[in-house]
Structures are given as C-alpha cells and as structure tokens.
C-alpha cells in the first residue's frame, strides 16, 4: 500500500465509520459532514489507525493536545458517546488527518 492521497484516506474513513442505535443518518460525501442521533464507532483494522477526539481547532490543524493524545483509542472498534452539535474526530498517525481522516460529526 502506497502513500495515503486525500480522496481514498476520505473514502477509507466514510466507509469506516460505523453509526450504531441510529433512527436517522444523512451523509454528505463533499462536506465530510454527518448529521446523526446516537452513539458513533470506529471500525479500522487494529493497530493500523487510531481515532482522537479533538476540539475544532484540533480538527482544523490536525493537531491534538497533550490532553486528547492521551485518550486516544487503538482498538480498531472504537466506541464514542456524542455531544450534541459538532464532534470533531482525527487519525492521530502522523501524516493521516493531513490526508483527510478526519471527520465532524453533528449530532442532534
């Protein structure tokens, strides 16, 4: 496998998220923006990504603090109650949000 290129990293997390307990989902490809009631995972294979939750700084940078580092998940299954409005989530593999995994997620 190559170098990650924005179009399949984008492709790769929209297939990878997984939206469970869901009564309605509306996905716009362009925006990378998902408007959801419920609860998100993250399916990826172990070990090869990670998923941060991040501020939206953070997701505009792709960068996260010491703080969002640490409480980072690497399980390849990773489970994530939503706040109400824009959650921000990133790759925190160098390299891998700069190539577009990265996602906001609104909750309603």
């Known amino acids: 496998m190559g170098a990650l290129r924005t ?3 984008c492709k790769f997390l929209l297939i ?3 939206l469970v307990g869901l009564s309605s989902i509306s996905i716009t490809d362009a925006a ?3 408007h959801i009631v419920g609860d998100s995972g993250f399916k990826y294979p172990e070990g090869a990504h ?3 939750r991040v501020s939206e700084s953070g997701y505009s940078s792709c960068e996260a603090t010491e703080m969002e580092s640490m409480n980072a998940m690497w399980t390849g299954n990773d489970m ?3 706040g109400k409005g824009d ?3 990133i ?3 160098p390299g891998h949000c700069g190539a577009g995994m ?3 997620i609104f909750a309603k």
């Open 50 to 52: 990670n998923t941060v």
């Open 102 to 104: 990265k996602v906001k």
């Open 32 to 34: 990378k923006k998902f």
């Open 16 to 18: 990878s998220l997984v």
């Open 91 to 93: 790759c925190g593999i």
């Open 7 to 9: 179009p399949s990293a």
């Open 80 to 82: 994530y109650s939503l």
């Open 87 to 89: 959650n921000y989530f």
